[in-house]
């Protein structure tokens, strides 16, 4: 039987440098009713020696091995771990990555939050952001980003950007029902959890960093990490700007798709008709310009300029590419 009663998932990839710190602080929670599941995705330095020492000293510590050889993907590895944790009966799911800190209430007071409403299916916190050794670099995420999160409307915003990060995450695992198996091609795991989060139900914001985000060589904040290429690699930057262009791709498509699939009578109708008008507009014969202006009159802007340029040049080419495609919404009136 289940011991907890929220299944943490953790992947892991060479990931030695920070790892013990993460389950440690998991270990020094407050709230004590949980097991943590970790899939290692073929690390070639002591990570899987030091998962085998932690899993051994106690019993909550599960390793769940990685099937068959393929090449490492943080996406793929979480799409394991909750599928195998879908099955396992826990009314709650969070993500950890492998190289932060939790503060010690982290979980007491998310699982607060998501059983005071039964509409609430997701619930995600600020982070202070910290270099490697853990010095503050600052005391929130949220307001580093820029996010407003008592004017936003959550939908409206998922459409061009994500601001449920990951690692903050604490979750109903019946939101699992509408996002498994995760839509192939997509990058963002965080980001199809809060799709379907707030298309199922609604998301709430804990305003309390609840984790140490830590930023290192192979970390770096995206916002940051994108200016810099713009600046100094615009090789890389061009690359970067394809990704982001076939992700916008599959993203479209894997929203389209899950027409096919889900009854509207359990939809958050607010979160639907925003989605609908998205869709339907992208999609219209309507010109670029009026397209743009139309989305960011109506709010559905990320949180900084460059994205939205990216965000206009992404609409544009999946345009020219699907151009004969007619209107539709994710769902059929």
């Known amino acids: ?33 949980w097991d943590l599941y970790i899939c290692d995705d073929g690390s070639s330095d002591s990570t899987p020696d030091i998962l085998i020492r932690l899993a051994k000293s106690d019993s909550r510590i599960n390793i769940i091995e990685k099937p068959f050889k393929e090449p490492p993907s943080h996406y793929n590895n979480f799409h394991r771990l909750l599928t195998y944790i879908q099955g396992k009966g826990y009314p709650y799911f969070a993500l950890c990555d492998q190289d932060d800190v939790w503060a010690t209430n982290k979980l007491s007071e998310q699982i607060k939050i998501l059983e005071k409403d039964s509409k609430t299916t997701l619930c995600h916190s600020d982070l202070s952001v910290v270099n490697e050794h853990l010095n503050l670099i600052h005391e929130s995420f949220c307001i580093l980003n820029k996010f407003n999160f008592v004017s936003m409307k959550l939908m409206r915003f998922l459409m061009l950007d994500n601001f449920a990060v990951g690692c903050t995450i604490v979750a109903k695992t ?9 839509p192939e091609n997509l990058t963002n795991h965080d980001w199809w959890l809060a799709i379907c989060a707030e298309l199922f139900g609604e998301i709430k914001f804990l305003n309390q960093p609840l984790v140490l985000y830590r930023q290192h060589q192979n970390n770096q904040i995206g916002s940051t990490k994108v200016i810099e290429k713009l600046l100094y690699k615009p090789k890389s930057f061009l690359s970067l700007l394809k990704k982001h262009r076939r992700n916008f791709e599959y993203s479209t498509e894997a929203l389209l798709e899950l027409n096919k699939h889900e009854p ?42 460059i994205k939205d340029i990216v965000a206009t040049y992404n609409i544009w080419r999946y345009r020219l590419k699907y151009k004969s495609k007619t209107s539709c919404g994710i769902l059929k009136n």
Do not use: V, W
């Open 1 to 33: 039987m289940n011991k907890g009663t929220i299944a943490i998932a953790l992947a892991t990839f060479n990931g030695e440098s920070y790892l013990e710190e993460q389950i440690n602080s998991i270990l020094s929670q407050s709230y004590e009713s």
């Open 174 to 182: 019946e939101i699992l029902e509408h996002a498994i198996p995760f």
């Open 264 to 305: 509207i009578e359990k939809i958050n109708m607010k979160s639907y008709d925003d989605l609908n008008f998205y869709l339907n507009l992208i999609h219209s014969k309507k010109n670029l310009l009026k397209i743009i202006y139309t989305l960011h009159n109506r709010g559905y802007c990320s949180r900084s300029l």
